[in-house]
């Protein structure tokens, strides 16, 4: 399988935590990775988690990864209007050479 | 620094036209891509390349067209047979054969068919 599914948006409050959550089909994925989207430009890389791991941490952004359940999260605390984007999740397998995206979440975030 | 360009920003398009829209990365990356993007459908690939003079067709390959003469570049040419070209443009690069870097993305063209 190839599908990649996000939910489409997420509301919160300035200095609420934020969670955007991603599932994808195919356990031979190896890495799973976070994108940011700003509006009107390309995607930057967050962070990526093996697909050994059930965590990772990274200042603000934590990474659950639940292999059984093909269930990724990315945990933003302290959510800031700066955070405001879309968030997509995105898997690569074995070869790499191509990767598997979900529709992207767009967060707002309020002040 | 390297990165990865993609011109002109914004781009508009008569009916009935071909455009080209340019892609050039520095990285030395052997695989390139093209995505479309379109308001809540997330990213579709149009084409990639894995290597020089080689190139496979994506998801939605249809009315575009694509040429790998030089690693560096991978321009996407958006033929009059493309029905709905009105999108944002998205090129990527990465090196091929398992990389922590994932894709680097350049910062995309706006395509507006008028």
């Given amino acids: 399988g190839e599908d990649v599914e996000q939910s489409l948006f997420l509301s919160v409050r300035e200095g609420d935590s934020s969670v955007i959550n991603c599932t994808y089909t195919d356990s031979s994925s190896t890495y799973l990775y976070w994108y940011k989207q700003e509006p009107g430009a390309g995607l930057q890389l967050l962070t990526y988690i093996f697909s050994n791991m059930d965590m990772k941490q990274d200042q603000r952004l934590t990474v659950l990864l639940n292999k059984k359940d093909k269930h990724l999260s990315l945990r933003i605390a302290d959510t800031q209007t700066g955070d405001s984007a879309i968030y997509f999740c995105a898997e690569g397998r074995a070869n790499f050479n191509k990767f598997y995206f979900g529709s992207g979440t767009k967060l707002n975030v309020k002040p | ?114």
């Fill in chain 2, 1 to 114: 620094d390297g990165g990865i360009t993609q011109s002109p920003k914004y781009l508009f398009r008569k009916e009935g036209q071909n455009v080209t829209l340019s892609c050039e990365q520095n990285l030395n990356h052997d695989a390139m891509y093209w995505y479309r993007q379109d308001p809540g459908q997330g990213l579709r690939l149009i084409y990639y390349s894995q290597i020089v003079n080689d190139f496979q067709k994506g998801d939605i390959a249809e009315g575009y067209s694509v040429s790998r003469e030089k690693k560096e570049s991978f321009p996407l040419t958006v033929t009059s047979a493309q029905k709905n070209p009105t999108a944002f443009y998205l090129c990527a690069s990465s090196r091929t054969g398992g990389n922590l870097d994932g894709y680097t993305f350049g910062s995309g063209t706006r395509l507006t068919v008028v």
